[in-house]
Protein backbone atom coordinates (compact mmCIF):
# COMPACT_ATOMS: atom_id res chain seq x y z
CA UNK A 1 0.00 0.00 0.00
CA UNK A 2 1.60 3.49 -1.14
CA UNK A 3 0.94 6.32 1.55
CA UNK A 4 0.11 9.59 0.33
CA UNK A 5 0.56 12.74 1.70
CA UNK A 6 -2.30 14.75 3.70
CA UNK A 7 -3.13 18.22 2.28
CA UNK A 8 -3.41 21.33 4.56
CA UNK A 9 -6.14 22.74 3.04
CA UNK A 10 -8.70 20.28 3.77
CA UNK A 11 -8.89 21.54 7.10
CA UNK A 12 -12.16 23.46 8.47
CA UNK A 13 -13.07 26.29 10.66
CA UNK A 14 -16.49 26.58 12.29
CA UNK A 15 -17.57 28.59 14.30
CA UNK A 16 -20.60 28.80 16.79
CA UNK A 17 -23.24 31.25 15.74
CA UNK A 18 -24.07 33.19 19.58
CA UNK A 19 -27.61 33.99 18.78
CA UNK A 20 -28.65 30.10 17.34
CA UNK A 21 -26.56 27.82 19.43
CA UNK A 22 -25.85 24.49 17.59
CA UNK A 23 -26.06 26.40 14.42
CA UNK A 24 -22.08 25.92 12.82
CA UNK A 25 -20.86 28.79 10.60
CA UNK A 26 -17.61 27.85 8.57
CA UNK A 27 -14.68 30.33 8.28
CA UNK A 28 -14.40 30.92 4.90
CA UNK A 29 -10.94 32.07 2.78
CA UNK A 30 -8.94 30.55 4.79
CA UNK A 31 -5.15 30.53 3.56
CA UNK A 32 -3.43 29.25 6.65
CA UNK A 33 -4.75 26.89 9.32
CA UNK A 34 -2.20 25.43 12.00
CA UNK A 35 -2.85 24.03 15.52
CA UNK A 36 -0.53 23.91 18.18
CA UNK A 37 0.06 23.06 21.57
CA UNK A 38 2.20 24.80 24.40
CA UNK A 39 2.84 22.24 27.15
CA UNK A 40 4.52 23.44 30.92
CA UNK A 41 6.89 20.82 32.39
CA UNK A 42 8.55 20.09 35.71
CA UNK A 43 11.15 17.96 36.50
CA UNK A 44 10.16 14.81 38.24
CA UNK A 45 13.57 13.63 38.80
CA UNK A 46 14.59 11.81 41.95
CA UNK A 47 17.18 10.40 43.54
CA UNK A 48 16.63 6.82 42.61
CA UNK A 49 16.70 7.08 39.18
CA UNK A 50 20.08 5.92 38.16
CA UNK A 51 21.17 9.52 37.08
CA UNK A 52 18.16 9.99 34.78
CA UNK A 53 16.05 13.70 34.43
CA UNK A 54 12.50 12.92 34.11
CA UNK A 55 9.60 15.37 33.49
CA UNK A 56 5.75 15.69 33.69
CA UNK A 57 3.43 17.78 32.23
CA UNK A 58 1.42 19.66 34.22
CA UNK A 59 -0.02 21.72 31.99
CA UNK A 60 -1.26 22.17 28.36
CA UNK A 61 -2.44 24.53 25.96
CA UNK A 62 -3.29 24.94 22.55
CA UNK A 63 -4.29 27.60 19.95
CA UNK A 64 -5.11 28.22 16.40
CA UNK A 65 -3.57 30.58 14.46
CA UNK A 66 -5.20 31.44 11.37
CA UNK A 67 -4.61 33.89 7.97
CA UNK A 68 -6.84 34.26 4.91
CA UNK A 69 -8.26 36.85 2.83
CA UNK A 70 -11.52 39.13 3.61
CA UNK A 71 -14.11 38.57 0.95
CA UNK A 72 -17.19 39.35 0.35
CA UNK A 73 -20.45 38.48 -1.56
CA UNK A 74 -20.79 40.70 -4.78
CA UNK A 75 -24.26 39.24 -5.44
CA UNK A 76 -25.58 40.51 -2.64
CA UNK A 77 -24.64 44.46 -4.66
CA UNK A 78 -24.24 45.34 -1.32
CA UNK A 79 -21.03 44.72 1.30
CA UNK A 80 -21.91 41.80 2.50
CA UNK A 81 -19.10 39.85 4.79
CA UNK A 82 -18.23 36.56 4.94
CA UNK A 83 -20.59 35.22 8.33
CA UNK A 84 -17.83 33.00 9.62
CA UNK A 85 -15.08 36.16 9.34
CA UNK A 86 -17.58 38.48 10.92
CA UNK A 87 -18.23 36.04 14.13
CA UNK A 88 -14.30 36.11 14.48
CA UNK A 89 -13.78 39.87 14.10
CA UNK A 90 -16.35 40.60 16.12
CA UNK A 91 -15.56 38.51 19.00
CA UNK A 92 -11.66 39.95 18.66
CA UNK A 93 -13.34 43.26 19.84
CA UNK A 94 -14.30 42.02 22.94
CA UNK A 95 -13.01 41.44 26.33
CA UNK A 96 -13.89 39.21 29.65
CA UNK A 97 -16.76 36.36 29.19
CA UNK A 98 -17.90 38.26 26.20
CA UNK A 99 -14.77 37.38 24.19
CA UNK A 100 -14.86 33.68 24.39
CA UNK A 101 -16.40 31.93 21.51
CA UNK A 102 -17.01 28.25 20.56
CA UNK A 103 -14.89 26.31 17.79
CA UNK A 104 -14.78 23.52 16.08
CA UNK A 105 -11.74 22.40 13.28
CA UNK A 106 -11.72 19.11 11.48
CA UNK A 107 -10.51 17.69 8.22
CA UNK A 108 -13.00 17.18 5.31
CA UNK A 109 -10.66 14.11 3.57
CA UNK A 110 -12.52 11.52 5.70
CA UNK A 111 -9.92 11.85 8.32
CA UNK A 112 -11.21 11.19 11.66
CA UNK A 113 -9.24 14.01 12.91
CA UNK A 114 -12.18 16.80 14.44
CA UNK A 115 -12.15 18.96 17.34
CA UNK A 116 -14.53 21.48 19.61
CA UNK A 117 -13.23 23.98 22.02
CA UNK A 118 -13.66 27.28 24.15
CA UNK A 119 -11.30 30.14 22.59
CA UNK A 120 -10.91 33.82 22.76
CA UNK A 121 -9.82 35.74 19.39
CA UNK A 122 -6.36 37.59 19.69
CA UNK A 123 -4.14 39.42 17.47
CA UNK A 124 -6.61 39.53 14.60
CA UNK A 125 -5.14 41.85 12.15
CA UNK A 126 -6.70 43.12 8.85
CA UNK A 127 -5.14 46.04 6.57
CA UNK A 128 -2.01 45.51 4.15
CA UNK A 129 -0.37 47.33 1.28
CA UNK A 130 -2.16 49.15 -1.24
CA UNK A 131 -1.56 46.26 -3.85
CA UNK A 132 -2.54 43.67 -1.83
CA UNK A 133 -5.86 41.51 -1.64
CA UNK A 134 -7.28 42.33 2.02
CA UNK A 135 -5.62 40.12 4.59
CA UNK A 136 -6.84 38.60 7.77
CA UNK A 137 -4.92 36.92 10.43
CA UNK A 138 -5.98 35.88 13.93
CA UNK A 139 -4.98 33.38 16.95
CA UNK A 140 -7.70 31.60 19.17
CA UNK A 141 -6.03 30.94 22.41
CA UNK A 142 -7.68 28.05 23.77
CA UNK A 143 -9.86 27.98 27.28
CA UNK A 144 -9.59 24.04 28.88
CA UNK A 145 -9.28 21.09 27.04
CA UNK A 146 -10.71 20.68 23.47
CA UNK A 147 -12.93 17.75 22.98
CA UNK A 148 -12.39 15.28 20.17
CA UNK A 149 -16.24 15.40 18.73
CA UNK A 150 -17.63 12.59 15.54
CA UNK A 151 -16.31 14.16 12.43
CA UNK A 152 -19.57 16.38 10.85
CA UNK A 153 -17.59 16.24 7.47
CA UNK A 154 -18.02 12.41 7.14
CA UNK A 155 -20.71 10.52 6.06
CA UNK A 156 -22.35 10.21 9.43
CA UNK A 157 -20.85 12.68 11.75
CA UNK A 158 -23.00 15.41 10.19
CA UNK A 159 -21.99 19.10 8.80
Request: net charge negative; aromatic share 8%.
Amino acid sequence: MALRSMLAKDWTLEVEDPVTPDTWVPVKGLTKFEESGDDNTEDDSDFDSGGWGSDVVTQRKWQIEAEGKRKRDDAAQTYTPDPGQELIRKAARKVGFDAAISVRWYRRDGSPDAYQGTANVTDFTKGGEVTDLEPFSFTLAGQGEPVEIANPGTAGGGA
